[in-house]
C-alpha cells in the first residue's frame, strides 16, 4: 500500500509539475516579468467597485504591503535559473498534493482514470478557486492586506471547500448535502481581509490578464493531476 501510494505520488506529482511548469513559463511568468517593470512607477489606485475606490494614492513604494524587496536577499535570474527555481518549487507541490490524493484514494478508489479529472477538479476548487475569489492572486506590486490575516483566511476557505464538496458528493442525504452548501459559503460570507487601500502598480488589465492565466494554469494543472494519480493508482493495483 504505502509503496503503491509513493509511486502514485512521484510520477504523477512529476508529470504535473512538468505541465505547470511549462505552462507558467509560457504564460504566467512573462506577466509577472511585465510587472517587474512597473515597480518604479507610483501606484495606480483601482476603479471603484473593485475595492474600496479610494481617491488618494500613496506614493511610496513601500506601501504596496507584502511585496518590498530585500537588497540582500537572492532571487533566481531570468531564465534557466527562475525555470529551474520555478520548477522545484512546483515539483514539491505537486507531489504533496499527489500524496494527498493517493491516500484519498485508499479510502474510495477511482473506478476509472477519467474519474480523476473529478478529483483533480476537487482539488482545483479547494485550492485555487474557492481561495481566489476572496483573494485573487497578486502581481509584484499589487498592496495586500496583513499576511497572517490572508493565511488564516486560505486555510478556513481551503478547509470549508473540502469539507463542503465531500459533504456534497458523499452526503448520504439531503441534510448533509445542504449542511455542504453552508460550509461553502462560510468563509465567503465573512469575507477575506482587504488592504485598506486598492492599489497595484500595474495596470488594471495587466492584473487580470494574471488572474485568469494563474486560475487556467492551476486548473489544467489540477486535471492533468487528477488524472495521472488515477492513471498510476490503477496500474500499480494491477501490478501488485
Known amino acids: 500500500m504505502i509503496k503503491r501510494i509513493a509511486r502514485t505520488a512521484g510520477f504523477a506529482g512529476l508529470f504535473a509539475a512538468i505541465v505547470l511548469t511549462l505552462l507558467q513559463s509560457l504564460w504566467v511568468t512573462p506577466l509577472i516579468l511585465h510587472a517587474?517593470?512597473?515597480e518604479s512607477a507610483e501606484p495606480v489606485a483601482q476603479a471603484p467597485g473593485h475595492g474600496h475606490g479610494a481617491e488618494a494614492v500613496a506614493h511610496?513604494?513601500?506601501a504596496a504591503a507584502g511585496h518590498s524587496h530585500d537588497?540582500?536577499?537572492w532571487a533566481p535570474e531570468d531564465g534557466w535559473q527562475r525555470l529551474l527555481s520555478t520548477g522545484l518549487s512546483n515539483l514539491v507541490v505537486a507531489v504533496?498534493?499527489?500524496l494527498m490524493l493517493a491516500g484519498l484514494f485508499t479510502l474510495r478508489a477511482p473506478g476509472q482514470t477519467w474519474q480523476g479529472l473529478l478529483w483533480g477538479l476537487a482539488g482545483f476548487a479547494t485550492f485555487?478557486?474557492?481561495p481566489s475569489a476572496g483573494l485573487p492572486p497578486e502581481l509584484p506590486g499589487s498592496a495586500a492586506a496583513d499576511l497572517l490575516l490572508r493565511q488564516y483566511w486560505w486555510v478556513g476557505t481551503a478547509a470549508?471547500?473540502?469539507?463542503?464538496?465531500a459533504l456534497l458528493a458523499f452526503g448520504s442525504n439531503w441534510v448533509l448535502r445542504i449542511l455542504g452548501l453552508v460550509?461553502?459559503?462560510v468563509p465567503h460570507l465573512i469575507g477575506a481581509p482587504q488592504p485598506e487601500v486598492h492599489e497595484s502598480l500595474a495596470p488594471a488589465a495587466l492584473e487580470h490578464e494574471f488572474i485568469l492565466a494563474s486560475l487556467l494554469t492551476n486548473a489544467v494543472f489540477w486535471a492533468a493531476l487528477g488524472l495521472?494519480?488515477?492513471w498510476f493508482y490503477g496500474r500499480n493495483r494491477q501490478d501488485a
Do not use: R
Not at 160 to 165: C, I, K, Q, V, W
Open 228 to 230: 495521472a494519480a488515477a
Open 60 to 62: 511610496d513604494h513601500g
Open 96 to 98: 504533496g498534493f499527489a
Open 128 to 130: 485555487s478557486l474557492a
Open 36 to 38: 517587474e517593470t512597473f
Open 183 to 185: 460550509i461553502l459559503a
Open 160 to 165: 470549508s471547500t473540502a469539507a463542503g464538496l
Open 71 to 73: 537588497g540582500e536577499a
